[in-house]
C-alpha cells in the first residue's frame, strides 16, 4: 500500500512538472491572433502580414544554441513594431523591441528555446486605420568568427629579447 502511494506521489509530480512547461512554451494570444508555428530556416526567409489588431498573426520560432541570425523588421507605417519573446523564459518581457532597438536583431542563440515573435500596432500612439502592413526578414547566418585566444602569458617588457624561433 505504501509502495502504491509513493508511485502515485511521484507520478503527479512528474505531471505537474510536465505541465509546468507546457504552459511556459504556450504563448499567451490576444483575442483573434493566429499562431504560425515556423522551423528555423536554411535560407533567408520573409514574412509578409497585416498588423490589424484582434486579427493579426504571431509566430514561433524554435532556436538551438550556437544558430547565428539576423532578424530584421519594417513596415511603411511608423506605428508597427516587432517585439521577440522567450517563451523558455517565465518573465513576459520582450528581450528585443523595434521600438527600443532598432529595426534589426543580429544574435548567436546561447541556449536552445523557443521564441515568439510578435508584430504590432502601438495602440497608445495616434493614428488612423486598424493596423500596417509589415515584412520580417529571418536570415541565418553563417558561424561568427571565434576571436583568437590570447596567449596564456601577456606579453610584459623585459630586459631580455625573445629568442628567435628556431627551424
Known sequence: M????????????????????AIAQTPQLDPGEKLEKLQFPAVTMQLKGWTKFGNGHVY???????????ISFSSKSKFAFLAIFDLSKPDDEAFFGTDEDG???????????TW???????????????GAPFS?????????????KPSAEPDRP?????APAKQ
Open 60 to 70: 514561433t520560432l524554435p532556436v538551438r544554441a550556437g544558430q547565428h541570425m539576423k
Open 116 to 130: 515568439l515573435l510578435r508584430p504590432y500596432y502601438s495602440k497608445v500612439s495616434p493614428r488612423r486605420g486598424l
Open 158 to 162: 623585459s630586459l631580455f629579447p625573445k
Open 2 to 21: 505504501k509502495d502504491h502511494a509513493v508511485r502515485t506521489l511521484i507520478a503527479a509530480a512528474a505531471l505537474f512538472l510536465l505541465t509546468v512547461s
Open 103 to 113: 529595426t534589426s536583431f543580429e544574435t548567436t542563440v546561447k541556449e536552445n528555446a
Open 136 to 148: 520580417i526578414l529571418l536570415e541565418p547566418l553563417a558561424a561568427a568568427p571565434q576571436q583568437p
